[in-house]
DNA sequence: TACATTATGTTATACTATAACAACCGTTTT
DNA sequence: AAAACGGTTGTTATAGTATAACATAATGTA
């Protein structure tokens, strides 16, 4: 994880993290001739509202009351949109998608997900990586995908006992 | 991944996976006092068919014929109970379940998962479970729970482009 | 403009999983 | 043996997640 992420640490300038993934979503699509629609910077947009991940019938209300269809195709599609782009990511073990803070290349993400707030953050881990590889490696495998998701505490509700919200 | 288990190879005895399969579920239920009735058993015999995961739905048809109950409930509840006891895993990214070779003991456990093939063999992954424990605790995460999932190509899959059955 | 391409609207349905309660069965207690 | 109990299974219904298929609209391009 690089210095200038927000990992757990509950008092970062939040407003900031969706300004900066909207920005960069939006260079990005410029830059691969790729169309950041209404619904798809919508969707984005309430993916980053906080770090909990979102399951998609969870987003449906907010488009609708946004004039939008609502109908669950167009979140779909737009999340399909969103990840091939690198800009959000599933996470398997919940059913849901956070946005990603490193859409700008593609690479191995893996999670930290706290049970007790809910909170997942992205772990840039090289290490697992490397050592992921050279297991498969060891058997013949080659990898082409990895889903790292690790459920546990964060600091703060490690304390709190997961109570914290 | 210890020696003794078949990791991609297609032509082991696969007969003897699922009667070792059985037979160390049938001592570690009498050890632990745990009750393996015969659909519990035949839930087992059956995710054991061979190396490739299987839905909960998947399952219902042997179910029925074999004379049980085949409404989704049955099937979930034998899958919850084999995964307590953990006689089997479930792999996330594929909402299916997969019998697990090493019952005795819990462990972390991560998958290799082959898309031309579809099976999927377990990683004893402690390279990775160690690099994975490592960068969680730098930001303070204590992880009570792991899934590593991978997907890719098997050996034999690479050979022939991923049209290996 | 005409055409092709992409995105969205809309309806229906497939797939995955659990809630809730009744019936059954083996064990223990009286 | 009867009663009480805990755990397993039967049964019906429903919640939650995701996609198929086709119609319409918007956008880009010759």
Redesign the interface.
């Known amino acids: 994880?690089s210095q200038d992420d927000p990992?757990?640490e509950s008092d970062h300038d939040h407003q900031h993290c969706i300004e900066q993934a909207l920005e960069t979503a939006r260079v990005l699509c410029r830059d691969r001739k790729q169309r950041l629609t209404p619904i798809r910077e919508l969707v984005l947009k309430l993916v980053w509202q906080n770090h909990q991940p979102l399951g998609a019938y969870e987003l449906l209300p907010a488009l609708a009351k946004a004039g939008f269809n609502s109908a669950p195709p167009t979140v779909y599609r737009a999340l399909e949109f969103l990840q091939e782009q690198g800009f959000v990511h599933r996470i398997?073990?919940l059913n849901a998608y956070v946005g990603c803070p490193h859409p700008e290349r593609p690479h191995r993400s893996?999670f930290?997900i706290?049970?007790g707030c809910q909170r997942a953050?992205e772990?840039n881990?090289g290490?697992?990586h490397?050592?992921?590889k050279?297991?498969?490696g060891?058997?013949?495998?080659?990898?082409?995908?990895?889903?790292?998701?690790?459920?546990?505490?964060?600091?703060d509700c490690?304390m709190t006992g997961g109570a914290h919200a």
């Open positions: 994880m990992g757990f398997a073990s893996g930290l706290c049970r953050v772990l881990a290490a697992v490397s050592a992921l050279t297991s498969a060891e058997l013949g495998f080659e990898i082409e995908q990895e889903m790292v998701e690790v459920v546990g505490l964060c600091p490690r």
